[in-house]
């Protein structure tokens, strides 16, 4: 018999989930088609297909579903509706499969499965087995490789993190050298907050991480917080926040500030609703770190690299004059 | 305790009745204006929808005038509203104004004591049998409310001297405002009802007749809305409503007597799941299922309205186009924002209409 092909569009949610479907259904013995990174050409086909006023990530997520649609049997769209207590994801990523459905036209057969755990048929288990049972019949089979998926998927999670105490030595002690004579030879700690579809989509944030690791930043991201601290930190907050994806951005940033980084970049993208809201709550905690400096990137469309490059080097060259006058150097200019 | 609430249509007919009674000293926030709406837009974050904008603007307003404790519903998503009155806290205290926040919400873990602490606040030392009292009369009120506000929509495309719907609404709004007791809402009830039956022209029959959907909030606004209803009722069009404060809340009450609210929202859902088949926060699902039914009900059209980066309703946005295609049903989205010009809006509510006029001609030709 002939593998099943099944599609996974490299977008949203998938930055994080990717790796336990991938493991899963490769396990069952399907083939799984990952869409290529963010392109010009998948941009363009998101933009024209979805509304206008459908934000960024969505509009991508669209063009990564259309450049599957000729390589694929099945097309896998989860509905992402809640995966822990008290807390959603945004409602976007819930209308999702029914608002692909309804824009799109010709697209192979959609995988929808429900993720919300408040439900006996919604939990991690119980939806994956559903779109298990599609290619293979063997119960036993699905649930085996469900369980050993998840396992590796969890390990892999937990490896990402980095020690809190680990994180903190070897990387914000940092070695300034004794007398630098560029200003960039001064190392600077900055932290990238944003969903990982941002962050990690080097297409759409203008390769940012890497510009910024080429100027000698440590560049530190919220994944690599441990998920203890976040929930720590977030209860700085009068209410708790009700998206999933939001707790992490804020945990981390609440932490990093508190650790006192040298900078903190909040990536958000255009027409973001839980960004709207987030980004003014770590505006708000923003001024309780006068020594953090604190900027916010929008991502849309048609976002200039040449803006991204000056607000970099100005934020990074604001940071490094203070730095150069914090450990008693003259200023270079 | 000097208290304020925010603006949403005619709400407040209840200020009375939930805060002057209670022995609360009540500060009415100034009906919406330009400079409601700049003073929000001016201190809101960007992206935020407009709702949250225009509340903080009336928030701001009211403590201008020495309001103490400003009143505010909350919720837990996935919509932004659950978020509001966070985020506004923040945005004040950052301006350095000195109130207090009291959060009306269906409470959670810690979030009992203070929602325990917020209703004490308001029940201001009197018996909880009298504040129950207080708010059921105020929920009738409500009731009342908007059971004018719909017949004035019935009245307005039909009415003999234009704007005399509006002006008898008005007046009666006034008298609701004022009634103590439910036998005078009962005579107001009575009273408006003869006023709008002379009023109509009873001649007038087959008005074009279109579904208001959309956003709670810029449906139920005018100011927001830039007087939707009023513009297509004098465009001679009946305007059926589908939000209501009654329906919004009752749900969230779970109460025994809103049984009948109850299976309206079963029969929402179950019309829009074939299109949406989960409900995304907000009136996302709400707008879809409506829209299927004014169909089912022979309307001619619908037309929602959104603020601008609102979630769940863009999710609705894109589905309402592939349900307007399958039901050959015309739908008209309208996005609000910040900007107050009206040309634009006029000349697309016009053109919507004379398109179904059209439509209605062609179905009686043919």
């Known amino acids: 018999m002939q593998k099943k092909k099944i599609g996974i569009p490299y977008a949203l949610y998938f930055y994080e989930y990717y790796p336990l479907w991938k493991e899963f259904l490769t396990r069952l013995g399907a083939e799984v088609i990952l869409s290529q990174p963010t392109n010009k050409k998948i941009l363009d086909l998101g933009i024209r297909s979805a509304l206008s006023e459908v934000c960024l990530p969505v509009k991508i997520f669209y063009g990564h579903v259309l450049s599957l649609s000729e390589q694929v049997d099945y097309i896998l769209i989860p509905r992402m509706v809640c995966i822990e207590r008290g807390a959603f994801f945004c409602p976007k990523m819930i209308g999702l499969p029914d608002m692909v459905r309804s824009s799109l036209q010709n697209l192979p057969t959609q995988l929808t499965p429900i993720i919300d755990v408040r439900q006996s048929y919604g939990t991690w288990k119980n939806s994956l087995m559903e779109v298990g049972k599609l290619i293979t019949d063997n119960s036993s089979e699905i649930s085996r490789a469900f369980s050993d998926s998840w396992k590796i998927f969890q390990q892999n999670y937990l490896a990402n993190i980095l020690e809190p105490n680990l994180l903190f030595k070897s990387s914000i002690q940092n070695n300034i050298p004794k007398k630098p004579r560029k200003d960039i030879e001064i190392p600077v700690n900055i932290a990238v907050l944003g969903h990982n579809y941002l962050t990690n989509d080097s297409y759409v944030n203008m390769d940012l991480i890497n510009k910024l690791k080429k100027m000698n930043v440590n560049v530190l991201t919220p994944e690599i917080v441990h998920p203890a601290i976040i929930k720590k930190q977030l209860k700085k907050l009068y209410k708790p926040i009700f998206w999933s994806l939001s707790r992490k951005v804020v945990g981390a940033a609440f932490y990093y500030f508190e650790k006192k980084v040298d900078g903190i970049i909040h990536l958000t993208s255009f027409e973001c609703g839980e960004d709207s809201m987030v980004g003014e709550l770590i505006h708000h905690q923003s001024q309780k770190y006068p020594d953090v400096s604190y900027t916010e990137f929008v991502f849309d469309e048609h976002s200039g690299e040449a803006g991204i490059n000056t607000r970099i080097e100005a934020f990074l060259d604001m940071i490094r004059r203070k730095k150069r006058y914090e450990i008693g150097l003259t200023p270079s200019w | ?366």
Not at chain 2, 119 to 127: D, E, M
Not at chain 2, 186 to 196: G, L, N, P, V
Not at chain 2, 223 to 244: A, D, I
């Open chain 2, 1 to 366: 305790m000097k208290l304020a609430l925010p603006r949403l249509g005619n709400i407040e007919v209840i200020n009375n009745t939930i805060l002057t009674d209670m022995g609360h000293e009540l500060v009415e926030a100034p009906p919406n204006s330009k400079r409601t709406m700049d003073l929000g837009v001016k201190y809101s974050p960007e992206y935020c929808c407009l709702p949250l904008k225009i509340a903080l603007g009336n928030m701001i307003e009211a403590i201008d005038l020495g309001a103490e404790g400003l009143i505010m519903a909350g919720g837990w998503g996935p919509c932004r509203f659950g978020y509001y009155a966070q985020v506004q806290r923040d945005v004040l205290l950052d301006l350095g104004y000195n109130f207090r926040m009291l959060i009306f919400e269906l409470p959670r873990k810690e979030g009992i004591r203070t929602l325990w602490k917020n209703i004490n606040i308001l029940r201001n030392g009197k018996s909880w049998l009298y504040m129950v009292k207080q708010l059921r009369f105020a929920w009738q009120q409500i009731l009342l409310t908007e059971e004018l506000e719909n017949k004035v929509l019935q009245v307005r495309p039909r009415e003999k001297k234009k704007g005399a719907a509006s002006r008898i609404l008005l007046k009666s709004i006034r008298e609701i405002k004022q009634a103590k007791d439910i036998n005078t809402l009962e005579q107001i009830r009575k009273e408006t009802m003869e006023k709008f039956a002379e009023a109509t022209n009873p001649h007038m029959q087959n008005l074009i007749r279109v579904a208001l959907v959309g956003e709670f909030y810029v449906s139920l606004e005018p100011f927001v809305n830039h007087h939707l209803e009023e513009k297509l009722g004098y465009l001679g069009v009946e305007v059926v409503r589908k939000n209501s404060i009654e329906a919004w809340i009752a749900p969230i009450m779970k109460l025994h007597i809103f049984k009948e609210s109850f299976k309206e929202e079963k029969d929402i859902e179950q019309a829009a799941y074939q299109y949406l088949a989960h409900s995304v926060g907000g009136e996302g699902q709400t707008s879809v299922g409506n829209v299927v039914l004014a169909h089912q009900e022979g309307l001619d059209g619908a037309i929602q309205v959104v603020p601008f980066t609102c979630m769940p309703e863009i999710v609705a946005e894109t589905i309402l186009k592939k349900v307007s295609e399958d039901l050959d049903f015309p739908t008209l989205t309208l996005t609000y924002d910040e900007q107050t010009g009206e040309e634009g809006l006029n000349t697309r509510i016009e053109a919507f209409i004379d398109l179904l006029k059209m439509r209605r001609k062609r179905v009686n030709v043919s």
